[in-house]
């Protein structure tokens, strides 16, 4: 090569410090869009691969420093506890374990993020290993330049991420690279001694011209995007793109802080119930909303204790004795807690010493026994389902919301952060109903005739600025219950009434052929749900379903229905104008209803649809995406760097597919020629093949080039057209294509 | 093959007499076979007319010699009619050019009339004195010798009379090996004398005709003529090959594919013959002798620079 190590060595590090640019360029959309954070200490560890492969350090030396490096890494980051400690490489090894195991059974959700670290790493410092090649012994970037700027241009068609600077910023540092790397090779060709005045010819005018095209791209202004992505396509991106790395497996969870993304279905029973009718089974509330999902309220807890058959005082009093009856429920899951009707009154038939407790604030009453938690295996609640008078609530009004006493205030609870739109969006919808009852339904069929749709497997997680309830009602209308109970709860709030998130179980799914009264129903892991709670003055705590494609709750009694019907509700002092409006309203309300019912028999089919297609529509997270993108791209680029070995391999494969009177020997003369020339051993184009063959025997030391070629020759050039057997050149055929491919 | 262990036969035979000098051998019998003349070209003492003699009796047939001088008339070479004083009539006696195989030696001594006589008679293989033709008996093969042209006192011979010769090729010095390998064979006497005929006259005249049964694909003739066309259109070159350059360099292809044992020309066989078959069939510029490039060069380049036809014709 050079007399001068040093000199290279300088060259070389000027080369290196551009890919470190070019690098970076990869890493920031990455980081970008997978929220992996921690860009610097990325870059510090492509540096370090670059700066080993400059001094020319020992391979296995750099390989134990490059290890160590990502080892910290992965316990700065992830383990949380004092780097290098034993507890640290503890936990790094159960994560690897588990992480390995969890891959082996393609649980690609239950890899573990310092696993996929670790995988990206390795990605990273092969990717540095090529470059090195192709920098010092191919003297190329253009691969890697290639293949850089088609990343981007992924990226910035298909992502959030805006490309459009760094592909100027990576076309300049690549040129540069093309240039100098060109210098270098035709130097080292040509046999020219290497001065810095040499490099300084060549450099200059080159860095000024790139200069002079980067300005002039940069000030130029830019066209818009040529192609324009379906929506769907699109929004699937957004939500890879904001997303966190988890899919959420349906079921009851008592965490909810952090609330979206997709679910997984889960059709594990979680208990059987038998009852008279269908009943939402209500696990317990929550109050705090804060932006990304719900919490408790902080502080002591307060329970109150009760005895089975004892009753227990809820929020929700129970309806008239007369409608009182049972309900026997069997668990399958092992929940330390009750599954409570509305209108429960009591716990029965449980082993004795078991009592229970209810915790105030929620609502949830546990199961316990000698003072420890218990999960009971069967047991029987009494409840009467309250039912609530219309007349009543049609009396409910805003007045009655100022003499509300300050223990309310929990239940209007809103993040200061709470964008305000959703407020104004809330006073809309509700204006023109005068009763607070008519209000909340207001809101439960603005979900239902605006264009929302239940989707269990596209929906978004709030990105760090985003608000949960904010961009399920403005961005992406898409969701299950949580977006549309959580939304109902803020917005029920936003206009001064109480409102509280519940949590439990649908109805679940009725049992066929059950005989006596009673009808048995199963409840699965996928009717996990969650509500709404409000509190009307006067009427006290009622349930609402503003989730699209559930039926709801059946407690209103109609006791309006024949006075009422025709006559308009206010008729004295509106205006004409008013009264039209509220005539239009109601007849649209009238269409409606018909459509209403149409519309959820649909939903309920889409939701059924999508519960069908669940499996197909394995949702993938961001960082096994990126990680798959990386991948693909490696193995395109070993592909193509390996094409030489592989092509020949298929080749001959395909030939040997093929049967032998379908071959066409010329044409299979011709791949092999074209083999040999790939191998280096180049055919003149004035040279015979008789020439060429005892050439390439010659190099090859062989006879087998010879022989197919003299037969070969005896089909193009004679007039005895007797067809060649193939099986008789296959051998050497297959021979020399093997030869020159290994 | 027989036909192709009878002229690998006359090969070695020739090749008994001439110590390393199988391609000029060859050569020779393709000529023979492809019914042209050769033009030999070299210093004298190279064993010109060894080489010819062992050809004749190889084949068996008669040997006649003209030794080419500046004073030599046509009539001595071709013949001429005696009268008889007994019978009052012309008698024909036929010349020396009336043999099988004729050594036309130093033909550039001669002068330009004398030439044309013999190149007459070899193109048209009869000769025509005082009104009456008489054919030359077949095979009739001329291997005709020349000095290099820088030699004083000869007449070089017209370009389109060099156009008669099949080939022409330069003998050229033995190496060092060789040369002590014909001394030794020197010591023990003259080789010639102890050579047989390989193959009858008669024979030689069935593989004439078999040359002409040797194949030629349309793609190897189109090699051919990519190859002329390409002597007129180099830069160096005055007067390109003609289309009657092209025959020659097919017919004597189809000799040389025979000789290989084939019934077929392949481009191999064309590219060996090419510059034997053009190299005199050429008129160089005046830029081309300042440059130092021979007619053989240029030819060598043209093969080079000339697509290898290894595709089978499209109508086949």
Known sequence: ????????????????????????????????????????????????????????????????????????????????????????????????????????????????????????????????????????????????????????????????????FAII?????????????????????????????????????????????????????????????????????????????????????????????????????????????????????????????WERKKGDVYVEAFNQNENIPLTIKPGSKIDQTTAEIEMEKDFKFIMQTYGLMNVSNVEPGVSFYREIDGEKIRSLKDEEEIALEAYTISYSSPKYSLKALKKTSTKDLKKLSKDYNTYLQLPKTLPKRVKRLSKDITKDEKSLYGKANAIVDYFKYNNYVYSRDKVAIPGKNDDYVDQFLFDTKMGYCDNFSSSMVVMLRSIGIPARWVKGFSEGEEVQNVEGEQKEFVITNNNAHSWVEAYLPGIGWMSFEPTIGFEGFDNVLDDVKNQQQPTPINPKKEDKEEKQKQQKAEKKKEEKTKEEKQKQEKDKKQAQKEKANEPVMSKKSTMVMATIIGALLVLTLILVLFRRKWIPKAIIALYRMKKPENISIDHAYHQLLKQLDHAGLKKGNGQTLQDYANYVDERLSTTHMSKITSLYEQRIYSNNYTQLDWLEIKESWEYLINRTSG | METQEKLQEI??????????????????VVSLLAQGHVLLEDVPGVGKTMMVRALAKSVGAQFKRIQFTPDLLPSDVLGVSIYNPKDMEFHFRPGPIMGNIVLADEINRTSPKTQAALLEGMEEAAVTIDGETYSIPKPFFVMATQNPIEYEGTYPLPEAQLDRFLLKMKMGYPSYDDEIEVLRRAEQGKPIDFLSSVITLEELITLQQQVKDVFVDEVVKGYIVDLSRATREN????????????????????????????????????????????????????????????PEEIIGRILINTAVPIKRSANQ
């Open chain 1, 1 to 164: 090569m050079t007399n001068h190590p040093i000199k290279r060595t300088i060259v070389l590090m000027a080369l290196y410090i551009v890919i470190f640019f070019m690098l970076r360029e990869w890493l920031l959309p990455i980081v970008d869009l997978t929220n992996t954070g921690h860009l610097n200490l990325f870059l510090l560890f492509v540096a370090i691969c670059l700066l080993t492969n400059i001094v020319h350090l020992n391979g296995w030396i750099s390989a134990v420093i490059k290890f160590a490096y990502i080892l910290w890494f992965l316990m700065y980051v992830y383990t949380g506890t004092k780097v290098f400690s034993i507890e640290s490489v503890l936990t790094l090894s159960s994560d690897i374990q588990n992480s390995w195991s969890a891959l082996m059974q393609k649980d690609w959700n239950g890899v573990e993020n310092s696993f996929r670290s670790i995988l990206f790493f390795i990605l990273l410092w092969m990717t540095i290993y090529l470059i090195h090649y192709w920098v010092t012994v191919k003297h190329t970037i253009i691969h890697f330049l290639l293949v850089t700027i088609i990343f981007l241009v992924l990226l910035d068609t298909f992502s959030e991420y805006n490309a459009k």
């Open chain 1, 169 to 293: 910023r990576v076309m300049f540092l690549g040129l540069l690279l093309l240039g100098t790397l060109h210098a270098n090779r035709l130097f080292e060709t040509n046999a020219v001694e290497r001065k810095g005045i040499k490099y300084i010819a060549v450099l200059v005018p080159l860095a000024v011209m790139l200069i002079a095209s980067t300005v002039f791209a940069y000030a130029m202004p830019k066209k818009g995007p040529m192609v324009t992505l379906p929506k769907s396509l699109s929004t699937l991106m957004d939500q890879q793109g904001k997303g966190s790395s988890a899919i959420g497996k349906i079921g009851y969870v008592e965490d909810d802080k952090k609330l979206g993304g997709p679910f997984k279905m889960d059709a594990r029973v979680v208990f059987n119930a038998k009852a008279d009718s269908n009943q939402y089974w209500r696990i317990e509330t929550k109050d705090i909303y804060t932006s990304k999902g």
């Open chain 2, 11 to 28: 090969v070695r035979n020739i090749e008994k007499v001439m110590i390393g000098k199988k391609h000029i051998a060859e050569l020779s």
């Open chain 2, 235 to 294: 830069q160096y070159v005055y007067l390109g090959v003609s289309p009657r350059g092209s025959i020659a360099l097919m017919k004597a292809s189809q000799a040389y594919a025979l000789l290989r044992g084939r019934s077929f020309v392949t481009p191999d066989d064309v590219q060996f013959l090419a510059p034997f078959v053009f190299s005199h069939r050429i008129m160089l510029r005046p830029e081309a002798r300042y440059d130092g490039v021979s």
